[in-house]
């Protein structure tokens, strides 16, 4: 898949340079706005925004595709609550597409079998045990660890994005740490 992806990106890049005619190479689709979590410094769990049905989310992929687009980045609230977010994923990639999905980790575990067309899993991952579960809920750390093993037992490329606030601060050596253990990229905001 990594090669028929890197040929679409050289295309998309040729029409770019070439054509000169403008190419969304990467394109981040809010899947949805609800979230089983409530964390300390995201509110969108609070927005009300309607879902897009199955078939609106298709057709923009098709249209990305169709545009040059290369990589699909799905995120929400949290899209392991779409129950066709397998579809959504399949559907990406058999348009070509390198998928990624953002989540909280918590439903990796019931919802494997939605994620075997995935490129690479990003979970939100805040901290030790104590830090990470202030910040999400009690028990989030456990379903963060469990999902990063899943995925990488499952050849799912991992990363981390570590929200940085005040209260976690001092976690960025952990996480660092841990992401050398465990072997995946770990980003921070």
């Known amino acids: 898949m990594f ?6 990106g050289c295309r998309a ?3 770019h340079y070439v054509l000169r005619k403008p190419v969304p190479f990467s394109l981040v689709l809010v899947t949805n706005t609800t979230c089983n979590y409530s964390c300390s410094y995201c509110k969108i769990w609070e927005r009300t925004d309607p879902e897009l ?6 057709d923009i992929i098709d249209q990305a595709a169709r545009l040059g687009t290369v990589r699909l980045g799905l995120t929400g609230g949290e899209p392991l609550l779409r129950d066709d977010i397998g579809h959504i994923i399949s559907h990406a990639r058999g348009r070509g597409l390198y998928v990624s999905l953002n989540t909280n980790g918590s439903l990796v575990e019931d919802r494997l079998k939605d994620l075997k067309d995935l490129d690479l899993i990003t979970l939100s991952f805040d901290g030790d045990e104590t830090a ?5 809920k009690k028990g ?3 379903h963060v660890m469990k999902a990063i093993a899943l995925a990488k037992d499952n050849n799912i490329e991992v990363s981390t994005t570590t929200t940085l606030t005040r209260d976690n601060l001092g976690a960025v050596d952990f996480v660092i740490d841990k992401a050398r253990e465990l072997e995946f990229k770990a980003a921070f905001q």
């Open 13 to 15: 890049l040729l029409k």
């Open 132 to 136: 990470h579960d202030r910040s999400k």
């Open 53 to 58: 049905t199955t078939a609106q989310i298709d």
């Open 140 to 142: 989030a750390y456990g």
């Open 3 to 8: 090669l028929k992806t890197a040929t679409a």
